[in-house]
């Protein structure tokens, strides 16, 4: 992130986020804040398939919502992860 973006990265993740919900009814997701490095923030969000994350990937929604994102980013990453353990 670039320092001084923080509040507009997280109004873009917000509209793509609820852009997402809008073709993905149901869709969560979650963005995370670093406390001891103000500029990194991780987003997550559980999907039904990996079939509907690859539909994602692929859609205007998220090509439109990393175009406007990405200028804001110093380092972007997509990861595809499963659940390994949890608790609660």
């Known amino acids: 992130m670039h320092p001084g973006r ?4 997280v109004q873009a ?5 609820r ?3 809008e073709d993905y009814p149901g869709a ?11 500029q990194r923030f991780i987003s997550t969000g559980a999907w039904e ?5 690859e539909q994602w990937r692929a859609s205007e929604t998220f090509t439109h919502g990393l ?5 804001m ?7 595809t992860l499963d659940e390994a353990a949890r608790i609660g």
Do not use: G, Y
């Open 19 to 21: 852009k997402t919900q």
């Open 49 to 53: 398939s990996l079939e509907q994350i």
């Open 6 to 9: 923080e509040n507009d990265f």
């Open 73 to 79: 980013l110093e380092h972007f990453e997509a990861r």
């Open 28 to 38: 969560q997701a979650v963005l995370m804040h670093d406390e001891d490095v103000r």
């Open 13 to 17: 993740w917000r509209d793509l986020a």
């Open 67 to 71: 175009a406007t994102i990405r200028p």
